[in-house]
């Protein structure tokens, strides 16, 4: 489909027969700079620690993630994504440095910095001056709406995909100008591995299509065609992404907002908000929940959105290519993000404009450089009023960094925006709870309830309960979960409670029932197996251990229980196998030590019984 020529003069782009603008000597210090400065204004992350909305599924209780198992991280799922370069990043980070928060939110911020230098090339390579292009990378660098990107552990997928992103278009954009066959592999490659870090990275052959639009190459299918491998992989992994979101029930609406032609409303409305917060960055939130109700504010997004689409069709026909350019990059890295097909639990994200604000930047800067060189004696004050401004976001960014220092702080922040919404009640108590902050969790389970929260809330409350010895309103608590949705873990936690209050036979029935429902709740093997050894059945006991193990071979706790059942069932040679392996995984126990050099005893192996005596009393046990 070509374009139609008009007798309207073009609002001309630089040229593309200008001569390719050299190096300045201090591009290099000034970028520098800028990543400095980056750096300062994205530190205080480095003080934050996990938060429990997702960091803990994806990052710290995370089997994959404590294993570094290859083949189990690139052929699973965590909570219906697919990213498995991300998992693998989290996994080689944790077998070096433990499972240490900093050291994560360093390499975010690296990660970030990386993705500001490369957007900076980006500029330069589409001949933005060298000034206007730093501002250009400093406004992505230090936008408001970059923080949920770079702050948040789990949402590395967006500076991870974004450094083989942008990357990759740097050199397509090259490749445009000196064809090389090398350097198109290449391309391809950084496509492949980027897709491995977020499903976004579909986006790259359309926002390669931007890219040819703006060098003045004619849009027809031919374009396509010489990208049909770029089309066919993003298919392909597409297609995949939505079948993984699909098998976890994420794409399954509800009621109101989120079903029929409400959908076109948010996603007009989403369109609408991320234009307006480019310039103007407002209420930033975490979460952003469905409404109840669609607002006025909904409906009039729908024709805004239209004249806003009319009015960029208006300038292709007129031939304005830095505005069509700027907001087509802006629109196919975020038209699969507008939630017209839901998932998640918000229909808005600041971290969904991470790489789309690279177009709608570049508009403002393409004009800001035009308006400067056409009047010079104003050069001063417009650079110092970008200064400023820059300066402001940067104070945003600051602070707004601050919001994820842990879980009690960020949604204490939804809070502020969001206080008829059950999922940051929950969140935050949730956290409460785990710091043992009883009298801060219950009110904000008890209004999560009121404000009609499901089922988990209700295993939650009980949770609390169980951990203040109120059994019985904990017992209260999972039955109601267990009503409105029999999930294994509301079964098994509720044996615990009722084991607790001595009903052992009642007990042993929900564990059965929760292991009936789910065979891979590990959970329920450890508490069945207490029971069982409590009752002197170690067999039975030893079978649960075992079935534990299988799911979960890191604890040794379970691994020294299972070396107590093998002795009081007369087998001390796989007893010491159990022992041996718990104190490779812990040496630091006492009671590991002592426990297997009884059974070294038993053996008539005294030195090694001595040995190990030795090592528990050194430990702190005391040998009788």
Known sequence: MGQKKTKAKAIPAVSQKSPVIEKSKGETLYLLILLGFTFLVFSPSLKNEFVNWDDDRNVYENPLVQDLNLKAIFTQTVIGTYNPLNILSYAIEHRFFGMNPKMMHLTNVLLHMLCVFLVFKIFRALKLELTFALLGAALFALHPLRVESVTWITERKDVLYGSFFCAALLLYIRNLDDKKTSRTLWIFLLFLIGLFAKIQMVALPLTMLVIDYYKERPLRFNLVLEKWYFFAAAFIYGCLG???????????????????????????????????????????????PYPDKLTIWHYLSLPAALLLLGAIYWAYRKNIKPLVFGFLFFFVNIVFLLQILGAGQGYLADRFTYIAYIGLFFIFIFYLQQYSNKNQGQSSAILSCCGIYILFLSYLTFNQTKIWKNSGTLWTHVLQYYKNTSLPYNNRANYYRDNKLFDLALPDYNRAIELKAGHSTYNSRAKLFFNKNEDAKAILDYDKAISLQPMAEYYVNRGAAKAKLGRMDEALADFNKGLEIDKTWKVGYLNRSIIYNQSGQFDLALKDIDSYLKLDPRNPDLWYEGGRCLRALNNPNKAVEYYSTAIRMNPNVGLYYLERGRTYELLGNKAASNQDLQQASRLGEKIQ
């Open 242 to 288: 939505i079948y993984f979101l699909h098998q976890q029930g994420a794409l399954d609406t509800n009621e109101g907002t989120q079903t029929g032609a409400s959908r076109i409303l948010i996603g007009s409305y989403s369109l609408i908000t991320y234009c307006i917060k480019w310039l103007f960055p407002y209420m930033m939130s975490p979460l952003y």
